[in-house]
């Protein structure tokens, strides 16, 4: 079976997780943003978004393209400041999207980076404003000044399942 990466990314860590499982696996890594590949073309999909402002950053991309994913074997990683949790499911469930797509969908959290001095001058505000007001000391913190979680090691998940769909006739 054959598969590709679709990402999205606003500050480029979802970028470079899928550049490391690309790098990885051979599959092809498109940019949702700058590409318009049509994923039907594949028999599996990975596709990677970061969460901002507590959604997914592709839910347009996954409601277009709704058709096509229901019918594929999908791996959905995202990448957060929050780690895997229940807080995390509850954003993904807030997206937007259909039960059945999230249900479907084999879901691998990795963590990402944020650099204060990268941000748009309106997401530094927000992340200020929302920090203050956070109650939860660590994650308060990370709103405020920043941090930098990222680890290659965190794709290996990934990579068993990736290497499991491309051996399998059934993908599931
Ligand atoms: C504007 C903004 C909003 C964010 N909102 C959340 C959030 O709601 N929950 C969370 O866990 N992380 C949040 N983060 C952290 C991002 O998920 C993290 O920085 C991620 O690595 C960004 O991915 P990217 O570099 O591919 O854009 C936010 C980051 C930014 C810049």
Do not use: C
């Amino acid at each position: 079976m054959t598969g590709a990466i679709f990402f999205a990314s606003k500050y480029g860590s979802t970028k470079q997780y899928a550049n490391w499982i690309g790098g990885a696996t051979g599959l092809p890594v498109f940019d949702i943003n700058i590409t318009k590949f049509n994923p039907s073309k594949y028999d599996f999909l990975v596709l990677g978004s970061p969460i901002i402002y507590y959604k997914l950053l592709n839910r347009k991309w996954l409601k277009a393209n709704l058709s096509i994913i229901k019918k594929k074997p999908t791996i959905l990683f995202t990448v957060s400041g929050a780690p895997a949790g229940t807080k995390l499911d509850g954003w993904i469930l807030n997206s937007g999207l259909p039960s059945e797509l999230i249900s479907k969908m084999r879901h691998i959290a990795l963590r990402g980076r944020q650099k204060p001095e990268e941000l748009t001058w309106f997401d530094r505000i927000m992340l200020k404003i929302g920090g203050l007001k956070n109650p939860d000391p660590v994650a308060r913190k990370e709103e405020l000044y920043g941090f930098d979680y990222m680890d290659k090691s965190s794709i290996e998940p990934i990579l068993k399942l990736v290497q499991q769909y491309k051996s399998s006739e059934l993908g599931s």
